[in-house]
């Protein structure tokens, strides 16, 4: 019957992860009474893997459906004029794409690495930030400890594959932003000079740059309501506001 077997693709493509044994059990719970070998007729016929663990959710899927209870973080690395090799720890929320830098040194110690996951979770509980999963790479930079203090906080750790980094890409995908409109435009002296200089990005991004990934909001301000007066259009006023010395622009209406 054609109605059972759109209902059935339709269970499937909207649960990946449940084989024909679990899709025949929800029919059978809806009144929808088939055999199992039907079930796995109509999925072969479609071109779908009808075995249990045909496919587990993917991770694109994870990435969508667990949004706003993910961070990621990941380790820049950066060389100041003066040949000295520095490490800023950044960790991104996935929903608002909100950007934290945690922190830069020359040597990034398990004592530091650990203080600075402390310092995270005080700064998600004061926000009321209820994050449950923190992606990270195997970097050996990142101690037991780092993973102790977020399993205490309820944050469990997910390891990115060997030498697959698109999956923690939106992370991945800062670090080149930053590079680009910042780091490869900037001479970095030393590491008094860098922290700062990355916090005043760090406001730039969350503050006032657009993010595609957002539909073009920023990670803590929507978008404002459109311009829908055309007096107000045909005599635009915008200033502009410098940071960094001219580094980075950001664009206001005049007062």
């Known amino acids: 019957m054609r109605s059972i077997r759109v209902l059935v693709l339709r269970l499937a493509k909207e649960n990946p992860s449940w084989g024909y044994r679990r899709l025949h059990g929800e029919l059978l719970v809806l009144g929808v009474k088939v055999g199992a070998s039907t079930v796995w007729e109509i999925l072969k016929e479609a071109g779908i893997d009808p075995a249990p663990e045909r496919n587990s959710s993917t991770w694109a899927t994870f990435l969508r459906t667990q949004a706003d209870a993910l961070l990621a973080c990941d380790f820049m690395e950066t060389v100041t004029l003066s040949g000295m090799r520095m490490y800023a720890l950044v960790v991104i929320e996935h929903s608002s794409r909100r950007i934290r830098v945690l922190g830069a040194t020359t040597h990034p110690t398990a004592s530091w690495v650990a203080q600075a996951a402390k310092n995270l979770v005080m700064d998600l509980e004061d926000l009321g930030c209820r994050a449950r999963f923190m992606i990270r790479d195997r970097d050996g930079k990142f101690p037991e400890l780092f993973d102790a203090v977020l399993k205490d906080a309820r944050i469990e750790v997910v390891l990115s594959g060997i030498q697959i980094p698109r999956m923690n890409s939106i992370t991945e ?83």
Do not use: S
């Open 173 to 255: 995908r800062w670090i080149q932003t930053c590079r680009r409109e910042l780091l490869d435009r900037t001479l970095i002296w030393n590491q008094r000079h860098l922290l700062p200089t990355l916090r005043e990005f760090e406001q730039f991004y969350n503050g006032h740059r657009p993010h595609q990934g957002i539909a073009n909001a920023r990670p803590l301000h929507p978008l404002p309501p459109p311009i829908d007066d055309p007096d107000t259009l045909a005599h635009l006023k915008i200033r502009r506001h410098d940071r960094l010395g001219g580094i980075l622009h950001e664009y206001r209406h005049a007062a």
